[in-house]
């Protein structure tokens, strides 16, 4: 069974910091790869970082040098460790995943909300 389940989401002020936790079954931290995506009401989802299997990151450019993608292993779980918060990255965070040889985000977590005011 796969599944990944998100928490750590929350509201905080604006400066302030976040950490999203995303445990994983089912889906190998250490052979594919993951994902977090965020989707602000009216507005398209967009992947804000990604980690491979052998650990190389991505950022989108409105979070670069802000948030850290990172992952553990051995507890089969991703993080995103958000700071300098903005009230533009209020959104709906989701963890995603894919298997190594895939080329979609084909499994899901349920959303943790990001509010920052």
């Known amino acids: 069974h796969v599944q990944l389940v998100e928490s750590g989401g929350g509201s905080v002020q604006a400066g302030g910091s976040l950490r999203l936790s995303c445990v994983a079954s089912?889906?190998?931290?250490?052979?594919?790869?993951m994902a977090w995506f965020r989707q602000a009401p009216g507005k398209e989802r967009e992947r804000v970082a990604s980690?491979?299997?052998?650990?190389?990151?991505t950022y989108t450019d409105s979070v670069k040098g802000r948030f850290t993608i990172s992952k553990d292993n051995i507890k089969n779980t991703l993080y995103l460790q958000m700071n300098s918060l903005k009230p533009e990255d209020t959104a709906m965070y989701y963890c995603a995943a894919k298997y190594f040889w895939y080329t979609d985000w084909h499994v899901w977590g349920q959303g943790t909300q990001v509010t920052v005011s």
């Open positions: 089912g889906i190998s931290s250490s052979r594919d790869d």
């Open positions: 980690i491979s299997s052998s650990g190389g990151t």
